[in-house]
């Protein structure tokens, strides 16, 4: 893959960067299609974000930017425009150049996660749903439930704020939804989820007591330090379905490359150029 002086640079915002798996997709992806352009791992600080975004959306060949922790609830109060799923979430992971430079923002993270869910089988509307994690990516997750229809939703967040908040907006937007906060306890919900980054580090208790989950829950992962998380690893061993963390990266990147205003594909072809290890 050359770079060149008209390559579109993305930047993948995020502190630390040694997980990201997303270079690994876009840029076999690029290569296989002769679309001149690169995402870049870029590593910054929370206290270092919100003057950095700025100034890289001043490069001359900037494109966009992909945004993940610690950033995604920090970049909306920063964007001039807003589209409506970052507004429920409170969290954005995709930036880009609107009119007169601008900066546009949306999040994809609960529309890969739902896709991820309803192309497995399984039956949103009427579900019950536990989230435990109520920041960037979790939120999203909540949102995009919350928009396929769930019946109840129950969050738990370490952040009594983060989680209040998150439930003042799910009810502002969805005043019919059933709506619980406080627990983690995951005993009788279809899908639970752990959308905290608790299993990056050896040694991360688990987000949730594993043992009250019935083997006909869908037990879904945001973290992808590793493919199966111990998290996962536990819910498997129980008899659960599982889903992987980067199921919902493949899912939600063809609704990025549309949103920056590249060819568009689907997870499968995503998978057969993806060159992720872990």
Excluded: W
């Amino acid at each position: 893959m050359t770079i060149s002086g008209r390559t579109k640079l993305i930047a993948h915002l995020g502190y630390p960067t040694e997980s990201f798996k997303a270079p690994m997709i876009y840029n076999p992806y690029f290569e296989r299609y002769n679309i001149d352009a690169v995402v870049v791992p870029m590593g910054c600080k929370a206290e270092d974000y919100p003057a950095f975004l700025e100034l890289v959306f001043k490069l001359s060949n900037i494109h966009g930017a992909l945004v993940t922790m610690p950033h995604k609830v920090t970049t909306v109060p920063l964007l001039d425009e807003v589209m409506t799923t970052a507004k429920v979430a409170g969290a954005c992971n995709a930036v880009r150049l609107g009119p007169g430079g601008t900066l546009v923002g949306d999040m994809f993270d609960g529309e890969g996660f739902v896709r991820g869910i309803l192309r497995k089988g399984r039956v949103l509307a009427g579900a019950r749903a536990l989230v435990v994690g109520g920041g960037g990516v979790g939120s999203a997750i909540v949102a995009s439930l919350a928009k396929a229809g769930v019946a109840e939703l129950a969050l738990f967040d370490a952040s009594a704020a983060t989680m209040n908040g998150l439930a003042e907006r799910l009810r502002a937007y969805y005043p019919a939804l059933k709506i619980e906060v406080g627990s983690r306890d995951p005993a009788g919900f279809d899908v639970v989820v752990n959308a905290t980054p608790l299993g990056m580090k050896d040694g991360d208790p688990l987000p949730m007591d594993v043992d009250r989950i019935a083997s006909s829950t869908l037990v879904g992962e945001v973290v992808m330090k590793q493919e199966i998380t111990p998290f996962l690893a536990a819910a498997r061993a129980r008899g659960c379905e599982i889903q992987v963390g980067t199921d919902m990266l493949f899912e939600q990147i063809p609704a990025y490359l549309e949103f920056f205003g590249f060819r568009t594909t689907t997870p499968e072809e995503l998978r057969a150029v993806a060159q992720i290890d872990y």
